[in-house]
């Protein structure tokens, strides 16, 4: 949706497809009111099928009909171009050819600031996506009497060319003309032509053409002197492309018929626009038009198959990737419709084969004599599964493994077809899928005979600069023709491209092709990079100056840059060194061809292949310390004739065996890195000159590794002891063979317990409870001059424990009377008494084995009770005596044997 600065009343609702473009656009214009006014809303529903614009909840527009063709490749499946993600934009755009370009009065700032208050997105939760595009009804009006188009093709009937009801007049790009139709005829009075051939255009649109139809184009001109003009069919609605190839009569002072038949081979058109274009053709001769007709000579055959071509990206195969026609299968047969399908476009849309199946498409455009390249992308959900391309009847097979892989066969130029058929074979026992299949001319530039027309090219004109082109099979044996009208004020604005040229670093290759002029003038042909390298040319620059006799040009180069699988070929017909033309002159190109050479290697006639390879070598430290130490830094190879070293410069610390090239280290040398300066000498022989290579050696001198060795020993202290203060225990690990100065760092564990750096002791936190406490310590040895530091991490227990109940028990005799038994049961005192008390709750047992029968204990207070009518005498109880313990002692029990005395 867009609002232009200057109608800030209107707002138009545009959807862009197609290739050339296409376009639907609707309006609304607001009732006294402004879009810059105020805040409004603004909607857009996106459906499957449909887009409907709104404003202020309004609908403005709606579409339904669009497509996704490019030219010479063929239309997607409906609703494609918009049934993919897209993104949102809110931006304000300043100039453009559209709304106009700002100038001196244009004001910049707060005053025009683009204020948008939220942006909301919403999806329904369902929507069929089963859709299809609406049915194209092609109601042409009917053509008069005598099957004639053109309105007033005679111009029987005078018009002021001021509107646009049947013939349109207009200038553009410094076209200054005067048109009028009187008398029978129309006039153009040309002041100045302009720069592009439509700067003047009488034209008439609304004129049908029927997909398939044979038509017929014919008028009489004439000029006040001799000249040409281009006649054009074009589609004003779909980027203004050509249904016709353009007529270019050359005209005389003489009137003349001129006539050219074409097929509408493009979807039908209701609108399509006759077009005289009388601009940039070197001439300002004044041009008279009468008799004009379109007529249609032959109704489309319902019976006639579609000649097939090979496409513009050079496959000859139809919908290769899958993306086109009615469930993305267009142009394929397919043996069985329940076996295969085509994924989604988030798998990229991919045929998917279960089993058995078979595509075929036949009568493709592909030829015996020339050299084809075949490829295709393929995947198995099970490893060695196969498929079978049948090309012509040659059979090509690739075994398939669970990942997806590329597959590339050659098909030679000798190759003899038995048809022109493809044909694709699935033998699977699981799902294959099956993508981007190719057939291809397998040369680096494609099509370069132009026998296939302009497929592979792309034709750039400039609107400062004016050209047309054709692809001539009557008098040239299809060669690319070009007519320069003008050739403006650089080299690429009258261009032939073609993209997608593979060129590797390193690589040498042969460019050649044949061309001439009707002028005689230079050319400039090269091979090059995209914009994103720069345009950087990689082949010499080459400029070749043409005459009227075709000459065969050939430039060898060698690709010095990155590898660029896209680069292009780029033919600069515009001004080419200080030519520069506005003469009418036509040039002619033929045969282009780009091969891979083989570089010419320089081999040195007696160059010393003396080699010289250096590696760091090590060296212990220790072991320097002790004696000389030798070391090889330094290999040599292909060394022609006796070799020599000398140490040139360096440390002292090293030295070099004049024969053997060995490296000696002084004996005491510390420990770090050295370099030294030596020269290798190759003294040759007969074949070889001598030669002296200098190096740079280097040896370390490394600290050996530390023998520390650290092992883990338990410790423990008292519950008791740690409640009263902390307690240092003795070091919990023992250290052994440590070089250098020894460190202790707690890396983890237990809070409670901590090391000291020094010693290693490990402290227990006061009032730790009993258990196990465990820590991960961090033992270091610093090292010294000949070893490396080193740390070992050990992890370290420490225990602290409960202490031996202290409780002691001793039995005490206790009497009761006879007479006081014999009428009830008596309670006597704790036969038990304590020397030392017990620590935590004491509890009393009887213990069975060796206790009377007529004592009992109370289990809390370990009193013991006399059973009435206990005759008199001495009884034994033994008791258990328990103590449960606490946080800071063991539970302990003892048994005493206590005696109760009945008398």
């Given at each position: 949706?867009?609002?232009?600065?200057?109608?800030?009343?209107?707002?138009?609702?545009?959807?862009?497809?197609?290739?050339?473009?296409?376009?639907?656009?609707?309006?609304?214009?607001?009732?006294?009111?402004?879009?810059?006014?105020?805040?409004?809303?603004?909607?857009?529903?996106?459906?499957?099928?449909?887009?409907?614009?709104?404003?202020?909840?309004?609908?403005?527009?709606?579409?339904?009909?669009?497509?996704?063709?490019?030219?010479?490749?063929?239309?997607?499946?409906?609703?494609?171009?918009?049934?993919?993600?897209?993104?949102?934009?809110?931006?304000?755009?300043?100039?453009?050819?559209?709304?106009?370009?700002?100038?001196?009065?244009?004001?910049?700032?707060?005053?025009?600031?683009?204020?948008?208050?939220?942006?909301?997105?919403?999806?329904?939760?369902?929507?069929?996506?089963?859709?299809?595009?609406?049915?194209?009804?092609?109601?042409?009006?009917?053509?008069?009497?005598?099957?004639?188009?053109?309105?007033?093709?005679?111009?029987?009937?005078?018009?002021?060319?001021?509107?646009?009801?049947?013939?349109?007049?207009?200038?553009?790009?410094?076209?200054?003309?005067?048109?009028?139709?009187?008398?029978?005829?129309?006039?153009?009075?040309?002041?100045?032509?302009?720069?592009?051939?439509?700067?003047?255009?009488?034209?008439?649109?609304?004129?049908?053409?029927?997909?398939?139809?044979?038509?017929?184009?014919?008028?009489?001109?004439?000029?006040?002197?001799?000249?040409?003009?281009?006649?054009?069919?074009?589609?004003?609605?779909?980027?203004?492309?050509?249904?016709?190839?353009?007529?270019?009569?050359?005209?005389?002072?003489?009137?003349?018929?001129?006539?050219?038949?074409?097929?509408?081979?493009?979807?039908?058109?209701?609108?399509?626009?006759?077009?005289?274009?009388?601009?940039?053709?070197?001439?300002?001769?004044?041009?008279?038009?009468?008799?004009?007709?379109?007529?249609?000579?032959?109704?489309?055959?319902?019976?006639?198959?579609?000649?097939?071509?090979?496409?513009?990206?050079?496959?000859?195969?139809?919908?290769?990737?899958?993306?086109?026609?009615?469930?993305?299968?267009?142009?394929?047969?397919?043996?069985?419709?329940?076996?295969?399908?085509?994924?989604?476009?988030?798998?990229?849309?991919?045929?998917?084969?279960?089993?058995?199946?078979?595509?075929?498409?036949?009568?493709?455009?592909?030829?015996?004599?020339?050299?084809?390249?075949?490829?295709?992308?393929?995947?198995?959900?099970?490893?060695?599964?196969?498929?079978?391309?049948?090309?012509?009847?040659?059979?090509?097979?690739?075994?398939?493994?669970?990942?997806?892989?590329?597959?590339?066969?050659?098909?030679?130029?000798?190759?003899?077809?038995?048809?022109?058929?493809?044909?694709?074979?699935?033998?699977?026992?699981?799902?294959?899928?099956?993508?981007?299949?190719?057939?291809?001319?397998?040369?680096?530039?494609?099509?370069?005979?132009?026998?296939?027309?302009?497929?592979?090219?792309?034709?750039?004109?400039?609107?400062?600069?004016?050209?047309?082109?054709?692809?001539?099979?009557?008098?040239?044996?299809?060669?690319?023709?070009?007519?320069?009208?003008?050739?403006?004020?650089?080299?690429?604005?009258?261009?032939?491209?073609?993209?997608?040229?593979?060129?590797?670093?390193?690589?040498?290759?042969?460019?050649?092709?044949?061309?001439?002029?009707?002028?005689?003038?230079?050319?400039?042909?090269?091979?090059?990079?995209?914009?994103?390298?720069?345009?950087?040319?990689?082949?010499?620059?080459?400029?070749?100056?043409?005459?009227?006799?075709?000459?065969?040009?050939?430039?060898?180069?060698?690709?010095?840059?990155?590898?660029?699988?896209?680069?292009?070929?780029?033919?600069?017909?515009?001004?080419?060194?200080?030519?520069?033309?506005?003469?009418?002159?036509?040039?002619?190109?033929?045969?282009?061809?780009?091969?891979?050479?083989?570089?010419?290697?320089?081999?040195?006639?007696?160059?010393?292949?003396?080699?010289?390879?250096?590696?760091?070598?090590?060296?212990?430290?220790?072991?320097?310390?002790?004696?000389?130490?030798?070391?090889?830094?330094?290999?040599?190879?292909?060394?022609?004739?006796?070799?020599?070293?000398?140490?040139?410069?360096?440390?002292?610390?090293?030295?070099?065996?004049?024969?053997?090239?060995?490296?000696?280290?002084?004996?005491g040398t510390k420990a770090g890195t050295y370099t030294a300066q030596i020269e290798v000498t190759a003294e040759g022989n007969d074949l070889y000159e001598a030669a002296s290579v200098t190096v740079t050696v280097t040896v370390k001198v490394v600290k050996d590794a530390n023998p520390m060795a650290v092992k883990a020993v338990a410790r423990s202290t008292t519950a008791p002891a740690v409640r009263k203060k902390a307690v240092a225990v003795a070091r919990p690990m023992t250290v052994s063979k440590a070089q250098g100065t020894v460190s202790y760092a707690k890396a983890s564990g237990s809070a409670a317990l901590t090391v000291n750096k020094k010693t290693g002791k490990v402290t227990v936190k006061k009032g730790t409870k009993a258990g196990t406490y465990t820590?991960?310590?961090?033992?270091?040895?610093?090292?010294?001059?000949?070893?490396?530091?080193?740390?070992?991490?050990?992890?370290?227990?420490?225990?602290?424990?409960?202490?031996?109940?202290?409780?002691?028990?001793?039995?005490?005799?206790?009497?009761?009377?006879?007479?006081?038994?014999?009428?009830?049961?008596?309670?006597?005192?704790?036969?038990?008494?304590?020397?030392?008390?017990?620590?935590?709750?004491?509890?009393?047992?009887?213990?069975?084995?060796?206790?009377?029968?007529?004592?009992?204990?109370?289990?809390?207070?370990?009193?013991?009770?006399?059973?009435?009518?206990?005759?008199?005498?001495?009884?034994?109880?033994?008791?258990?005596?328990?103590?449960?313990?606490?946080?800071?002692?063991?539970?302990?029990?003892?048994?005493?044997?206590?005696?109760?005395?009945?008398?």
């Amino acid at each position: 949706m867009e609002v232009m600065g200057q109608q800030p009343d209107k707002i138009y609702g545009t959807i862009h497809f197609g290739n050339p473009h296409s376009e639907s656009q609707g309006t609304r214009v607001l009732d006294n009111d402004s879009f810059a006014a105020g805040y409004h809303t603004f909607g857009c529903e996106w459906l499957p099928g449909k887009i409907i614009w709104y404003v202020d909840g309004v609908k403005f527009h709606e579409e339904s009909n669009w497509y996704s063709t490019t030219e010479g490749q063929g239309t997607l499946s409906y609703p494609a171009p918009f049934d993919q993600p897209f993104y949102v934009i809110l931006n304000l755009a300043i100039g453009g050819s559209w709304v106009g370009y700002p100038d001196e009065l244009t004001t910049f700032g707060e005053q025009n600031a683009y204020e948008v208050d939220y942006v909301r997105v919403y999806q329904l939760d369902e929507y069929d996506e089963n859709v299809t595009r609406p049915e194209q009804v092609f109601n042409p009006r009917e053509p008069d009497a005598e099957g004639n188009y053109v309105l007033n093709g005679a111009f029987a009937t005078d018009e002021s060319l001021e509107d646009d009801d049947a013939w349109m007049f207009r200038t553009a790009n410094g076209g200054d003309a005067f048109g009028v139709i009187a008398d029978g005829k129309a006039t153009v009075t040309t002041a100045d032509a302009g720069s592009v051939d439509y700067s003047i255009q009488l034209m008439q649109a609304g004129l049908p053409f029927q997909k398939g139809a044979t038509y017929e184009v014919s008028f009489d001109a004439c000029a006040s002197a001799s000249r040409t003009m281009n006649v054009d069919i074009k589609a004003p609605d779909h980027g203004y492309k050509t249904y016709m190839s353009t007529l270019r009569p050359a005209l005389t002072t003489e009137l003349q018929t001129f006539t050219q038949v074409f097929k509408m081979t493009d979807d039908s058109d209701e609108n399509g626009r006759l077009e005289f274009n009388l601009g940039a053709m070197g001439s300002t001769a004044d041009v008279q038009i009468t008799n004009v007709r379109v007529k249609k000579i032959a109704d489309p055959n319902p019976d006639e198959k579609e000649e097939k071509v090979v496409l513009s990206n050079g496959n000859y195969i139809y919908n290769g990737s899958f993306q086109e026609g009615a469930a993305h299968l267009g142009y394929w047969a397919v043996s069985d419709q329940t076996a295969a399908g085509v994924t989604d476009l988030k798998d990229g849309r991919r045929l998917r084969a279960t089993g058995n199946v078979v595509l075929f498409q036949d009568e493709l455009a592909f030829t015996e004599g020339a050299a084809y390249a075949l490829s295709f992308d393929a995947q198995a959900q099970n490893a060695g599964d196969t498929v079978k391309v049948i090309v012509g009847g040659r059979e090509f097979v690739a075994t398939l493994s669970t990942d997806n892989q590329t597959f590339s066969f050659k098909i030679p130029a000798d190759t003899k077809f038995d048809n022109r058929d493809v044909s694709v074979e699935f033998n699977g026992t699981g799902t294959i899928w099956f993508d981007n299949i190719m057939l291809c001319e397998d040369s680096m530039i494609k099509n370069g005979s132009f026998s296939n027309g302009l497929t592979g090219y792309e034709v750039y004109v400039a609107d400062d600069a004016n050209a047309s082109y054709v692809v001539d099979s009557l008098n040239e044996d299809n060669a690319l023709d070009v007519t320069v009208n003008k050739t403006a004020d650089a080299d690429w604005k009258v261009q032939i491209k073609q993209n997608n040229v593979s060129l590797e670093k390193g690589k040498s290759y042969r460019l050649s092709f044949k061309a001439k002029s009707s002028l005689d003038r230079p050319i400039r042909v090269v091979l090059q990079g995209q914009e994103n390298r720069g345009w950087a040319v990689y082949s010499s620059d080459n400029v070749v100056n043409l005459t009227s006799e075709y000459q065969t040009f050939t430039d060898e180069f060698t690709m010095t840059e990155e590898n660029d699988p896209a680069a292009f070929l780029s033919i600069c017909l515009g001004k080419v060194g200080d030519f520069e033309s506005t003469d009418q002159h036509r040039v002619v190109l033929d045969d282009f061809q780009l091969e891979p050479v083989e570089a010419e290697v320089e081999v040195p006639k007696a160059a010393n292949p003396l080699t010289t390879k250096t590696a760091t070598k090590s060296v212990s430290a220790v072991k320097v310390s002790k004696q000389n130490v030798t070391a090889t830094p330094l290999s040599v190879s292909n060394a022609q004739g006796a070799v020599s070293y000398a140490k040139k410069s360096g440390s002292d610390a090293l030295s070099v065996n004049a024969s053997t090239g060995t490296v000696t280290v002084k004996k005491g040398t510390k420990a770090g890195t050295y370099t030294a300066q030596i020269e290798v000498t190759a003294e040759g022989n007969d074949l070889y000159e001598a030669a002296s290579v200098t190096v740079t050696v280097t040896v370390k001198v490394v600290k050996d590794a530390n023998p520390m060795a650290v092992k883990a020993v338990a410790r423990s202290t008292t519950a008791p002891a740690v409640r009263k203060k902390a307690v240092a225990v003795a070091r919990p690990m023992t250290v052994s063979k440590a070089q250098g100065t020894v460190s202790y760092a707690k890396a983890s564990g237990s809070a409670a317990l901590t090391v000291n750096k020094k010693t290693g002791k490990v402290t227990v936190k006061k009032g730790t409870k009993a258990g196990t406490y465990t820590a991960k310590i961090k033992v270091t040895a610093a090292g010294n001059t000949l070893y490396a530091s080193a740390s070992k991490t050990v992890k370290v227990t420490v225990k602290v424990v409960k202490s031996a109940n202290p409780m002691a028990v001793k039995a005490v005799k206790r009497t009761v009377k006879l007479s006081v038994v014999k009428s009830k049961t008596v309670t006597v005192a704790a036969p038990v008494s304590f020397t030392k008390k017990g620590q935590g709750k004491v509890t009393y047992v009887k213990v069975a084995k060796g206790s009377s029968s007529a004592l009992t204990v109370n289990k809390s207070t370990g009193k013991v009770t006399v059973k009435k009518g206990t005759k008199k005498g001495t009884y034994t109880i033994k008791i258990k005596v328990s103590a449960a313990g606490n946080a800071l002692y063991k539970a302990a029990s003892k048994t005493v044997t206590c005696k109760v005395v009945v008398k």
